[in-house]
């Protein structure tokens, strides 16, 4: 006979005005238990968490419901959840056994009773990778830097890209992957270990945008013919003013608005006056195009260390709230990872 | 022996920092003078102005030379200059011819010696139309409407587009395509009787945005495929938040901020929530993809009065400071024209 355990969960407590506040906004719940062998599963898999990523547009959550987006709102008193690794415990569907590894949204807590299995699967690891890289240069971040470079940098040898956030999951693969195309890369980021970072994967210039000004470096080293934009604001005013004609900005993220209801942008005359094409995207919508490719393409290299991937791993459950604000305020020193458990 | 006569010119004379003013930013020169029969050519042409045309960009020749932009700054002391047409009086060049008519940037002054004739074309008048078209829905403004169109708009029957400034002569011409499209129209302009215009040409909602708020018109009637921008600012927050997924904005120019150094925008955001794509370009890009079908398609319609526009002609060249401060104030009724000459 097991243990009746403690379930730990992150419930989502109740919608923040500014950043989130640990303890307020999410709070680490103790009350619910589980007996792993004899839980009912009605069908379902038992998971256990492994590790679960933190990521920036997860302010975008902790919204109220009746505002319409792209994701849809945490809800008070669930848990919150997002991109994770599991392993199987007990299944009672035929798609799963008791220790596959998947990927896909997890819930914030040790154990997950999933029904609805559409939006997990099972995962192998040929080249036998930390798992929590699933989540990161393989996940979701991985994917968006690679499928959006691919569809709207029409980048050619020679051209100047302009990388905001360049040390985090996103930004730092775009970085390796506009210097395969053969482009000068300038990259930004908050701190000088992150700027340290950025040099290490290649970037032809890197600045700690508080201590430099992005104008500044921008209109010295541009113009710039892209800009993949994880900021917003005055950041992407800058890029606008330091834009070649024809340039191609890609929005990807705005983290300087997420927690400030909006960061003025004043310079966006130059969409005509430079003929600039800004494209905003949803990963979803590229995997159909780009998946196979990049299933084809990136984790070899990762394995080889060809490419490079950086992780800020936090170990505990409990800490998932602080990760979350940190991640909001740039505190974490790149991709956010929390350690749940070892296996 | 002809007279002497004098040569009336519009000069440039300071940059302004809010709207231009009339007799301080431009000044009505009557100090020159010109004799039509002697006056050297040496190997130019000779035109007499007959209608000038007075647009919104002009604004942006209004600035300190050292700032770069798409067009050239206007430089202090000399002509302000745009659009026009002209008759030609004499010439020493063999591709113009007197009694000619041309097309093309004229300088703002009764008679000019073109001695480049670079910008300037011979045009003909098949369909007998009034020389004011070919500076209004024949010249750039129609085809500014019709190029970014057919390039940008990548319009669905059944879609919904908004429009503003739906009443001038790039708005009027992208309402008609639009519904020649099949698309549910939306027209924003900021008179009751620009209003009354937009419903004559097809407009299936068409509001005064002085007095109707644009969101709450657009959350009844949208969400938008389609954005139309003449505006920028708030009007752009506005389409931003009323976009459909995979909205399509042209980014044709932003009155709203012209003379204010810039009107913020908040809710970029939406670009990737929505994943909208915006495309700003300049009309001169489009010519040379989209001319020959412009010119076989556009010219008859107006003639036939299939395509409708509207023109509100002020008389006098010395008036050109005056029209060029209504444009950017909207107080012109519709495309504004200026009358110099009969012939």
Known sequence: MTPIIINGR??????????????????????????????????????????????PYMRGRMRDPSVKSYAPAFVIGEPTYGFGVGVVVRSENPAFK?????????????????????RI?????????????????????GRTAYMAWKEFSKAKPGETVFVSTAAGPVGSLVIQLAKKDGLKVIGSAGSEEKVQFIKEI???VAFNYKTTKTAEVLEKEGPIDVYWDNVGGATLD???????????????????????????????????????????????????????????????KVASGEIKYREDIYRGLENVGDVILAVQKGL???KAVVHVADA
Chains 1, 2 share one sequence.
């Open 98 to 118: 008791t220790g596959d590894h998947v990927y896909g949204i997890l819930e914030h807590q040790h154990y997950i009773i999933k029904k609805d299995v559409s």
């Open 121 to 141: 699967k099972v995962i192998t690891n040929p080249n036998n990778l930390p798992w929590s890289t699933f989540i990161g240069v393989l996940g979701m971040p």
């Open 10 to 55: 992150i419930l989502f407590n109740s919608v923040p005005t500014g950043f989130p506040e640990p303890g307020k906004t999410t709070i680490y719940d103790t009350t619910q238990t589980i007996d792993l062998e004899s839980v009912a599963l009605d069908g379902g898999v038992l998971i256990k968490v492994l590790e679960l990523s933190v990521d």
């Open 202 to 204: 290649g970037a032809d």
């Open 238 to 300: 800058a890029a606008l003013e330091a834009a070649s004609k024809g340039a191609r900005f890609i929005e990807c993220g705005m983290i300087s608005t997420y927690n400030t209801g909006g960061e003025p942008v004043f310079k966006l005359q130059q969409m005509f006056r430079r003929s600039i094409t800004m494209s905003g995207f949803i990963v979803d919508d590229l995997y159909p195009k780009w998946t196979e490719e990049f299933e084809a393409t990136i984790p070899p």
């Open 332 to 334: 974490n020193k790149a």
